[in-house]
């Protein structure tokens, strides 16, 4: 019986070898192992054996069914691997073909650039603050220092609704309206369109947009101002942008600057947007002047405050190099897919 | 300002180049808008005298000379046909070099030696209009006293060199519409004393009299004239100007005109106190009244417009007429003619804000106007009168009538402001001594007095703007430098940086649209009436128009954001731009309850405006946008209603977002006709989101369901209705009969064939049902679903289809 168990194990074996595929493999299951097989059927005949040969035969033939058990299952996993590599190879694609993503839009570069300098002051600790375009000449003007008749008035060319009513000239009357309304202290900027009567060309456009800046509180300084400038510039437009202070005048501020930044896309070395200067004229500034504060209900002695303001066409052109204003508001989409 | 460097000389000693001085003054506050350099590029080009003019042996027009340069005798080949022998000229020698980067060099002309060029005019880059009596196309002929300065360099002789500064003068400071006023700063600049030359005019003593050669001067509006000054010459020699008058006034961009006109304009740049002359004759009985215009009076400038007056404008008058408007300008009828024998000087001071106001009504705005619109100092009108006077009698034009007529109302107010250290060095955020400062608001010529132990500062008369401490901290920073600014920052209470719940709402947006594809842009706020006509917007009551626009394409606050949107579309369309789909955030403004009328703001209302072509584009891509709009914001339970009034839209495709009766959205096609208007062939949707409205239902506070526990039970069902059945009444009537139980229903097809039957379709949707606290079982489901059929027959007479 021995003799016949060996064989058994030998032949299955050798036809576990010999097996190419996983229908052989499992015949030579069937064949020696399965309900009718061989070693089966020899377990079955042990009833004929002694007592002393019958442990001795059974501990061999569950040797060699655990043999060759194992031998199938490593078969079987060789197999399947290959299968596997074989699904593998055959299911390869050609990446670099086109995906399925849906196409992006995009923020239109004023709002672009609106967008990154609200982010910057509102990790500063201010608020935006928002007011109406069609605004009175009362807020526009009158509040600020600018009463009627005030040559100053004549710098900016007015859209009139009625003689009190206008579009607003600038950014500057939301910070009358705030301060009106808003107990010191106060932070703000404010951006939003502006209306000019300039004709349409490549530097000019009757709406444009401006952000208005405003803090008032106890001992602020025109120092304080610069530093905060400081800090904007160097985050908007590159850390190793230098800003410079000139004096100018504003009805509405007192002492008042121009502040030109060293220019963002040479570095200073002199180019076409600077016009070979090294320095942009970027905003306009100063200390709040006391008739402001006043004519809002602040005590100019208790607080001080400053503001600041600038164009956002200006930084968007030069900052992305774009050199016709047009091109910002005939909203082309090749143009516009480029931010 | 126009100011050349060779003036300001006469107030500061000036050592360095136009260029340096433009950047001094720049950061002092004298901001450089342009330089101009003229002479500085022309180089050996001298004076020379024509001795010999011989044909050319090889061409008829050109001309071979001989010319005396002083040193040499050069042989020059030239075309030009107006010279000829004894003529003086300036030549352009070997080496030359000329405006324009033009180089002279010996060379042959036809064969003949040419060593060096005659010059034109032009060629030397001057302006024909500055030398009269030179013609354009040929050699510009000296005159023969010059054979003096034979071999000089021409830029020396004919005084050519000369730097002009341009400045922008901010309104504050009309004092610096001067020389003098540029002059001072200068000097307080460049830390050099300050010169002044005309010292002797203010200590002169002219008497006052009450009527001068029988002129006399009323003033019968005293708020609208502070001081007027009379004074005369005559025995006046009407005549051109000496030439260092015409050359300054000239660089400032004044037009000579003749010596006594030509001295109102010198003085006006000199001191920025404008003048007028008038000839005596023409003064009605000699008596200047300055009064309101009347009523429909009209007056003829010096520009000979007719020019129509009101009781709100001033004007210089005689006894029967007005001589000039005040401030603007002179009347033609008492011109200085080229006969006139006694003149009458005016410098007078007018209210400001009243001149600007005139010269704006009449569309006149002078150098005179926009000098006395920013408020002058009468202080200075006596210096600038007397003035005129010495330089009639200086150059030769005529002899001083002794004394003045100076009627002075109003005295000028001179303001003290306290000298307060300690505020002005923290409003600056620097620190300044007291004696620092002072010795900077002495070089502005301000006076520093004690009373009571506080010191104050006094600014002198032309110094009008000094009001506040602010002003002074603003003199101070300016002389001690604004590039010695520190940088500090704020020390102060934290304050909070949050977006309110509408900036929040907009940028979450901004990031779904693009997500969705869209591009954003940017429109303006008007437009023409016919925009709106255009896309279908009609003209109410409530639409806002601009009294002075720029063009009739922008007359009309929008009222709609649909034109912009339609042409921004169409004007893509004309680019050629396939599958465009865009958005805008912008606002409409209504004037609603004719708040304008009552001097307030009219409403004004941020609009999501979307529109797409192309395509996709059409009613359920729209209506999917708007939709995940709503979600994204945070607005449920609204109705979405069919909409066929609004005529921007197509009739049958478009619908209205409802809470209530509010409509807070309208989306679908635009209207077949306004596609047609804006040229656009193909489908256009439109999306109208009333951001406002989406922030007052928004709601942001998020609160979790449990996830459900027990399984669901699906059904799918399929009924044949009628096409004119709307969906949602199907949806409506599984939804009011299955009440609690369905959790969800999904329409997954839509069909028609013609065996279901003519004018119907068959609607299939997938049931969810599902209750929280246990598994439905399969026979209260089908009760459900029996009564839903049974409804759907009943109300809608659906057929189940099978």
């Not at chain 2, 180089?43 to 003019?53: A, P």
């Not at chain 2, 009551?541 to 649909?562: A, F, G, H, V």
Request: with cysteine; proline share 4%; hydrophobic share 35%.
């Amino acid at each position: 019986m021995e003799q016949q168990i060996k064989k058994a194990q030998e032949n299955a074996k050798s036809e576990i070898t010999a097996s190419e595929e996983l229908s052989t493999l499992n015949d030579v299951r069937v064949k020696y192992l399965g309900k009718k097989g061989e070693l089966t059927a020899i377990l079955r005949g042990m009833g004929a054996l002694t007592p002393e040969e019958r442990p001795v035969i059974g501990e061999l033939v569950n040797k060699v069914r655990d043999e060759l058990e194992e031998l199938i299952a490593q078969k079987e996993r060789e197999f399947k691997q290959k299968q596997l590599n074989a699904r593998l190879a055959n299911e390869k694609i050609d990446i670099t073909m086109p995906s399925k993503k849906t196409v992006l839009g995009s923020i239109h570069p004023i709002n672009k650039i609106i967008d990154e300098v609200k982010e910057i002051f509102l990790g500063m600790g201010y608020q935006i603050a928002d007011g109406p375009e069609v605004e009175t000449s009362y807020y526009n003007f009158d509040q600020l220092n600018t009463p009627q008749d005030h040559p100053a008035r004549d710098l900016q060319d007015t859209f009139y609704i009625t003689e009190d009513v206008i579009l607003r000239t600038q950014t500057s009357p939301v910070q009358a309206r705030v301060m009106e309304n808003q107990k010191p202290p106060i932070k703000i900027i404010c951006p939003g369109a502006v209306y000019r009567s300039d004709a349409v060309d490549a530097t000019h456009s009757p709406v444009f947009h401006q952000i208005e800046g405003l803090v008032v509180d106890r001992d602020i300084s025109m120092a304080d101002l610069k530093g905060t400038l400081e800090m904007f510039v160097k985050n908007c437009l590159g850390k190793d942008t230098k800003i410079r202070f000139r004096p100018h005048h504003f009805p509405f501020t007192e002492p008042s600057a121009e502040a030109d930044v060293s220019c963002f896309v040479c570095g200073g070395k002199g180019c076409r947007v600077c016009k070979n200067e090294g320095w942009i004229e970027l905003l306009g500034c100063g200390m709040v002047h006391p008739n402001v504060l006043t004519n809002c209900g602040i005590d100019p002695k208790e607080y001080s405050g400053f503001a600041f303001g600038f164009g956002v066409e200006r930084i968007a052109m030069a900052k992305y190099g774009i050199e016709d204003m047009r091109l910002l508001y005939e909203n082309d989409v090749r143009f516009l897919k480029q931010f | 300002m126009k100011a050349s460097v060779e003036w300001l000389k006469d107030y500061a000693d000036i050592d360095v180049n136009a260029k340096e001085l433009g950047d001094i003054l720049t950061m002092t506050g004298s901001k450089v808008e342009t330089i101009d350099v003229t002479g500085e590029d022309i180089k050996n080009v001298v004076v020379g005298k024509i001795l010999e003019i011989q044909k050319h042996p090889d061409a008829d027009k050109l001309v071979v000379t001989k010319v005396d340069v002083k040193d040499e005798i050069l042989q020059i080949v030239t075309g030009a046909n107006n010279i000829k022998v004894g003529d003086i000229v300036p030549i352009a020698k070997d080496g030359a070099e000329l405006p324009g980067g033009v180089k002279i060099k010996t060379g042959k002309l036809r064969g003949v030696d040419s060593c060096g060029m005659m010059c034109s005019v032009g060629e030397l880059g001057l302006n024909l209009a500055d030398y009269p009596e030179q013609i354009e196309h040929g050699i510009m002929i000296l005159s023969a006293e010059m054979e003096k300065n034979l071999g000089k360099d021409i830029v020396e002789v004919l005084d050519l060199k000369e730097q002009v500064i341009d400045f922008e003068i901010t309104p504050n400071r009309p004092d610096c519409l001067s020389i003098e006023g540029l002059g001072r700063e200068t000097a307080v600049s460049l830390n050099v004393s300050f010169k002044n030359p005309h010292k002797d005019i203010e200590k002169e003593a002219v008497e006052d009299k009450k009527e001068l050669d029988g002129l006399r001067v009323d003033i019968e509006a005293p708020d609208l004239c502070y001081r007027y000054i009379a004074r005369m010459v005559k025995n006046v020699k009407i005549g051109p100007s000496p030439k260092w008058m015409k050359k300054r006034l000239a660089a400032c961009g004044v037009r000579s005109i003749n010596n006594i006109v030509d001295i109102t304009n010198y003085v006006m740049l000199e001191m920025g106190q404008p003048m007028h002359a008038f000839d005596i004759n023409s003064i009605s009985g000699k008596h200047i009244i300055v009064r309101r215009a009347k009523n429909g009076e009209k007056i003829t400038t010096l520009d000979e417009q007719e020019r129509q007056l009101d009781e709100t404008m001033l004007v210089i008058s005689d006894q029967e007429k007005p001589v000039a408007i005040a401030g603007v300008m002179g009347g033609l009828n008492s011109e200085i003619e080229d006969n006139t024998q006694t003149v009458v000087f005016e410098s007078a001071v007018f209210n400001g804000g009243n001149v600007r106001k005139t010269a704006k009504k009449v569309g006149l705005r002078t150098e005179a106007s926009s000098r006395y619109e920013k408020g002058l100092s009468p202080e200075n009108a006596i210096r600038a009168v007397n003035r005129a006077v010495q330089l009639v009698v200086e150059i030769g034009a005529g002899e001083e009538v002794k004394g003045k007529v100076d009627v002075y109302p109003t005295k000028q107010q001179t303001p003290k402001v306290k000298l307060d250290v300690n505020r002005i060095n923290k409003l600056i955020g620097l620190d300044v001594s007291e004696q620092e400062m002072i010795a900077i608001l002495e070089k502005l010529e301000m006076t520093i007095k004690e009373e009571n132990g506080e010191k104050y500062v006094i600014p002198p008369y032309f110094r009008t703007d000094i009001e506040h401490v602010a002003d002074l901290a603003e003199e101070v920073l300016r002389f001690y430098g604004y590039d010695k600014l520190p940088t500090t920052l704020i020390k102060a209470d934290t304050t909070l940086g949050v977006k309110t719940k509408k900036q929040k709402i907009e940028d979450d947006l901004k990031q779904l649209l693009i997500a969705k594809g869209l591009s954003q842009i940017c429109t303006y706020g008007f437009l023409s009436e016919s925009d709106l006509q255009k896309a279908g917007i009609e003209i109410t009551q409530e639409t806002i128009r601009i009294k002075n626009p720029l063009s009739e394409d922008y007359t009309i606050m929008r009222t709609s954001t649909i034109p912009s949107m339609m042409q921004t579309l169409s004007f893509n369309n004309a680019k050629k731009n396939k599958d465009v789909g865009l958005f805008d955030i912008s606002r409409i403004y209504i004037n609603k309850n004719e708040e304008i009328q009552k001097g307030n703001v009219p409403q004004e209302e941020t609009i999501l405006t979307i529109g797409i072509y192309g395509e996709d584009a059409d009613f359920y891509i729209i209506k999917g946008i708007v939709e995940n709009v709503l979600e994204l914001s945070g607005v449920s339970r609204y109705d979405i209603r069919r909409e066929e009034q609004k005529l921007s839209f197509h009739p049958g495709r478009t619908a209205n977002v409802n809470i209530g009766t509010d409509v807070i959205a309208t989306f679908g096609e635009a209207h077949p006709m306004i596609i047609e208007n804006y040229g656009i062939l193909q489908k256009v949707v439109i999306a109208q989101i009333n951001i406002d409205k989406i922030v007052k239902y928004a709601k942001s506070t998020k609160k979790y369901t449990e996830i459900p526990k027990f399984p669901a039970s699906t059904r799918d069902i399929a009924v044949i209705v009628a096409e004119d059945i709307e969906v949602a009444q199907i949806e409506r009537i599984i939804q009011k009969t299955a009440k609690k139980i369905l959790e969800s229903l999904e329409l997954f097809d839509v069909y028609r064939d013609e065996k279901i039957g003519k004018n119907k379709k068959s609607v299939a949707y997938a049931l969810t049902f599902r209750v929280k606290e246990r598994t439905l079982n399969d026979e209260e489901v089908n009760v459900v679903m029996d009564q839903i059929i049974q409804n759907l027959e009943k109300e809608l007479s659906a057929e189940l289809r099978k």
